[in-house]
């Protein structure tokens, strides 16, 4: 039996969010954001570098 909180991750997902962390997983917050960080910076520069092309 899928969760609430699962389907709103499923469907926060097909809308375009990276990663989803539920209430019960917040030890896990923190290296989700910095990985999401780390890949906005990758995004941004791939966005200059093709600008700049």
């Known amino acids: ?3 609430i909180e699962e389907e709103l991750a499923a469907a926060i997902m097909k ?3 990276h990663d989803f962390v539920m209430k019960k997983d917040l030890a896990s917050l923190v ?3 910095k990985r999401e960080l780390r890949e906005a910076e990758k995004r ?3 966005r200059k ?3 700049t092309l």
């Open 1 to 3: 039996m899928v969760g």
């Open 15 to 17: 809308t375009g969010a």
């Open 31 to 33: 290296p989700v954001v």
């Open 44 to 46: 941004r520069e791939r």
């Open 49 to 51: 570098a093709e600008g």
